[in-house]
């Protein structure tokens, strides 16, 4: 067996994140005592993105973002609802907000494909599951719960004290496993986070690209596929 462990990313990976961002959307909405419409929807990501940028938050490969992710991630919550119930008026707190969009958050399980916990499943007969996910830990495994009995561990940022990419993440994930970086491959959809972080250490990758972008020359990919019933048939 040329790999002990498969490890996984969530979002967009194993499980469909915008499901999840769409519904908590419309829960912070309905806080909001506003109807969920296209227009609010513009004017929530703008300013998501907006204070994002301003919080470094896309930066993932500057250390101080690396170590203090989820310190920055909160901080840029905060902000972000209080600026949308400013926005429309509404004597909403930022706090039940933060509530409102992580409850709903937690809520969908949805996965990224039909296939994707069945094959999840089929692959834990024989290669040890491990799940490496940069997020909030109650959230993720709330919405990992399917997953979970499958799995021989389970890696969140904000219990391990990085994020991906760093390499502190992956040592520590090595670490625990006791493990060399080659007896594991790194399945993701993200190349800065998932791809370029294994590959810095060498661990194989595999890049799940299902929007079929462009390939870039760097990060270095052992596999690309486009749907997760592919892997099986890679390994």
Known sequence: MKYRYLIFDVDDTLLDFYEAYSRAQRAVAVRLGLAFSAEYAEIDEALGWKYWAEFGLDDTGNPDVQEHYHDYYFQYLNRHFAA????????????????????????????????????????????????????????????????????????????????????????????????????CLMIGDSLSNDMAGAVELGMPACWYNRKRRPVPPKPRLDFIIETIEELPHLL
């Open 84 to 183: 949308l119930a400013q926005k429309f008026g509404s004597p909403a707190q930022a706090e039940e907000l933060v509530e409102a969009y992580f409850t709903a958050l937690s809520s969908c399980r949805k996965p990224m494909e039909a296939a994707t916990l069945p094959v999840y499943r089929a692959l834990s007969q024989t290669y040890g599951m491990i799940i490496a996910t940069n997020g909030v830990g109650w959230v993720q495994r709330a919405r990992l719960e399917d997953f979970l009995p499958a799995s021989a561990g389970v890696y969140i940022s904000e219990e391990v004290g990085w994020i991906k990419p760093a390499e502190a993440f992956y040592q520590k994930l090595l670490e625990e496993l006791n493990c060399r970086p080659q007896d």
